[in-house]
T-cell receptor, first 111, second 114 residues
Framework: GIQVEQSPPDLILQEGANSTLRCNFS?????LQWFHQNPWGQLINLFY???GTKQNGRLSATTVATERYSLLYISSSQTTDSGVYFC?????????????FGTGTRLQVTL | GAVVSQHPSRVICKSGTSVKIECRSL??????MFWYRQFPKKSLMLMAT?????????EQGVEKDKFLINHASLTLSTLTVTSAHPEDSSFYIC??????????FGPGTRLTVL
């Protein structure tokens, strides 16, 4: 099956710092999503981004599908950004497409 | 975005009992829903695909007789952990998609088997 690796596995930032999270995947995909899992376990949708670049406030993401990687940028980090960030991919599109989750990046933002 | 609820959020049971977890799509209809399992500080692992009106499809290594899935309507899927044992303790999460390619996740159910 498809392999999804994320780096770094752990990251500690001071509030206000910027960071880049990376997601590498082993096969061509048609579906890629980024999620934030908050400390209570809820997965929050950040981006659906099988290709291209998107921005939403302090967050932005870029996927280079031909090179099989995606990047999530967090600017001016806040303590509420703490949690685990997952990318997830699927070979197919559609609501029945099975997602394979990456290994995750655990982010802690300190004051 | 679409909203998915799960009930209960937390359950503690004795070894040998069965536990049912409900997953509901509140503002969309889901022909397909998914069940995941997450161990502490680990990633999500897909357990099964729940199909409305038909049998669930289980991932390799997941015991279908242990984890019973029923998708009785377009807004409700249930996962029953039968004869639960301590090794079944985990965080169980469901998801579903509306009319887009984006998956929306429930808040999860933390199961502890004593």
């Amino acid at each position: 099956g498809i392999q999804v690796e994320q780096s770094p596995p752990d990251l500690i930032l001071q509030e206000g710092a910027n960071s880049t999270l990376r997601c590498n995947f082993s096969d061509s995909v048609n579906n890629l999503q980024w999620f934030h899992q908050n400390p209570w376990g809820q997965l929050i949708n950040l981006f659906y981004i099988p290709s291209g670049t998107k921005q939403n406030g302090r967050l932005s993401a870029t996927t280079v599908a031909t090179e099989r990687y995606s990047l999530l940028y967090i600017s001016s980090s806040q303590t509420t950004d703490s949690g685990v960030y997952f990318c997830a991919v699927a070979l197919n599109t559609g609501t029945a497409s099975k997602l394979t989750f990456g290994t995750g990046t655990r982010l802690q933002v300190t004051l | 975005g679409a909203v998915v609820s799960q009930h209960p959020s937390r359950v503690i049971c004795k070894s040998g009992t069965s536990v049912k977890i409900e997953c509901r799509s509140l503002d969309f209809q889901a022909t397909t829903m998914f069940w995941y399992r997450q161990f502490p500080k680990k990633s999500l692992m897909l357990m099964a695909t729940s199909n409305e009106g038909s049998k669930a499809t289980y991932e390799q290594g997941v015991e279908k007789d242990k984890f019973l899935i029923n998708h009785a309507s377009l807004t409700l899927s249930t996962l029953t952990v039968t004869s639960a044992h301590p090794e079944d303790s985990s965080f169980y999460i469901c998801s579903g998609g509306g009319h887009t390619d984006t998956q929306y996740f429930g808040p999860g159910t933390r199961l502890t088997v004593l």
